[in-house]
């Protein structure tokens, strides 16, 4: 007979499958920037749910172009981030990057002098910020604890970065500090957590047929493999965490950057969030997590060029209470 194959069935693309340690997801890769001034890399807000817009289509290469079309989009609210540290990384050749000293904007003397004697000896490869989020000032996340996390600051040389993260230490920046309407970022975020789930849910696995699934076990997988090996390897599809777990998009384009959130509060506000305050972000399609998830944005990695300045005709209020 012949040898019966086929490819395998459920994607392998995200291994292991396991939750992630920190609602605040942890960035490891930036854009390289060869700018002559120093910037921050991200920026953090809150999501609050989706709606869609009008707009004019102005990709050059589209079916569609200069028409208008209608855009699903996410919001995320976006208040005030606080610098509240300066730290300074050495680039050890066998252990990665390692902690020279950091700066505290409550005591910083100490910390700064030490950074600023470490730049005279060059042993300083980059400098961070540590920053925090105000979600006191989100009405549709009712914690009040701050989420903390660091930032890359790129362009220039090391002097200079350290010199723009002294200017910053203590104040507050606003996403329009960091991006501007068209331009496109990285979504970071922690995923939707759906607890543990079987192998077809999670792997996306082919339901048995019925003449194969008559002990009533129709989800299941056929076998854990063969006998030799004599274990079962990971390439198995089986049941277990799914959702919670780290994701990067990229390039998702910046629609609107705005400062009333009413314009974009759907009638009875957001489900599961409510009614969006001061500062928010348009986001053109879909991000990773639920309402109220904390979303990191960064410059996009791959560099795609922006757009332009897009045009938006009218954005829907219309009530998602049912």
């Avoid at 914690?143 to 910053?168: C, H, R, W």
């Avoid at 060029?305 to 209020?317: C, H, K, M, N, Y």
Wanted: proline letters at 7%; aromatic letters at 6%; charged letters at 25%.
């Amino acid at each position: 007979m012949p040898t019966i194959h086929r490819p395998r069935r459920g994607s392998l693309a995200f291994t292991p499958k396991v939750r992630a340690q920190k609602l605040v997801a942890r960035i490891k890769s930036w854009r390289a920037d060869d700018g002559t001034e120093p910037k921050i890399q991200d920026f953090a807000g809150y999501k609050a749910g989706m709606t869609h817009v009008l707009m004019i289509d102005d990709r050059p290469n589209s079916i569609t172009a200069n028409m208008e079309i209608a855009v699903p989009v996410t919001i995320i609210e976006t208040p005030p981030m606080r610098v509240v540290a300066i730290r300074a990384y050495a680039d050890n050749e066998y252990y990665g990057m390692k902690t020279i000293s950091e700066a505290w904007d409550d005591k910083s003397a100490d910390g700064i002098a030490t950074i600023e004697r470490a730049l005279e000896a060059g042993t300083v490869d980059e400098i961070r910020i540590v920053a925090k989020t105000m979600p006191d000032q989100v009405k549709g996340t009712p914690k009040k604890k701050p989420d903390v996390m660091e930032t890359l600051i790129t362009g220039g040389n090391i002097a200079a970065q350290f010199e723009y993260a002294k200017s910053i230490l203590g104040t507050e920046y606003q996403a329009t500090d960091i991006f501007s309407e068209g331009a496109f970022i990285d979504v970071v975020a922690i995923t939707t957590g759906k607890g543990t789930q079987g192998p077809v849910k999670r792997w996306g696995v082919a339901l048995q047929k019925g003449k194969h699934s008559r002990t009533g076990k129709r989800r299941h997988i056929g076998n854990l493999g063969p006998w030799t090996p004599s274990y079962v390897r990971r390439t198995v599809p089986l049941m277990g965490q799914t959702g919670y777990q780290q994701r990067t998009e990229c390039n998702k384009r910046i629609l609107k950057i705005g400062t009333d959130g009413s314009e974009v509060t759907p009638n009875g506000g957001f489900v599961n969030y409510g009614v969006v305050g001061d500062n928010y972000m348009m986001v053109r399609g879909s991000i990773p997590g639920p309402s109220k998830r904390l979303i990191r944005m960064r410059h996009p990695i791959r560099g795609k060029e922006p757009l332009g300045v897009p045009t938006i005709a009218r954005i829907s209020r219309k009530s998602q209470q049912g």
